[in-house]
């Protein structure tokens, strides 16, 4: 498919993608990423498929805000300050899943990893699906980051599985990954992955 230039249309035509299971390649404020229905069982599993990804590795997600988050993860106090502190911005936080609401592939241990990006394009998205997206960095697993659609393209150009549906934000400043922190077994806030927030 052929990549679509932003504006409220394609946007629009990317959230009717997600909400039909299929999959959109969309600017983040990191890299390119993989957008998909979290709560939709077959859409996560054909992230993994295009990325390469073993299913064992659980897939992080994106909210529109932070009240989407809480409709499906506690929040314990000792993530809390970080949540109101980074969000929105490139803080994933490892929080305890409430309810059956998302697909079962991308909980791991009873946890999922979620963050309210600052990108406006990916809050647009989740608003838009009324749930959160899974959000993958857009590059077969193993290969480079990819900052624009030409490197995105080019590392799917040969895959059976593709995505189906392209949001064009020109080329994107790279930026570090995301900053992941969860909690120890004593309750203590622990990075579990250093990135573009310093913590």
Request: with cysteine.
């Amino acid at each position: 498919m052929d990549a679509q230039t932003l504006n409220d249309q394609t946007i629009q035509q990317a959230i009717a993608v997600l909400k039909n299971g299929g999959v959109v390649v969309f600017p983040t404020e990191t890299a390119y990423g993989l957008a998909a229905d979290a709560a939709n069982t077959e859409s996560v599993d054909r992230v993994s498929l295009i990325k390469g990804r073993t299913e064992d590795k659980s897939l992080p997600l994106i909210a529109a805000d932070t009240a989407m988050v809480e409709v499906i993860a506690g929040i314990p106090r000792g993530l809390r300050s970080l949540a109101d502190r980074y969000w929105p911005g490139p803080l994933t936080l490892v929080l305890p899943v409430m309810g059956d609401q998302l697909a079962a592939s991308v909980i791991r241990q009873g946890t999922i990893a979620i963050r309210v990006s600052s990108h406006p394009v990916a809050q647009a998205l989740a608003r838009g699906l009324g749930r959160p997206i899974v959000s993958t960095s857009a590059n077969r697993s193993g290969e480079p980051t990819c900052y624009s659609l030409e490197c995105v393209k080019k590392q799917f150009e040969h895959q059976p599985i593709k995505p189906d549906y392209y949001l064009d934000a020109g080329v994107l400043l790279p930026e570090p990954t995301s900053t992941i922190v969860g909690l120890d077994d004593y309750g203590i806030p622990e990075v579990l992955r250093q990135g573009s927030i310093e913590i």
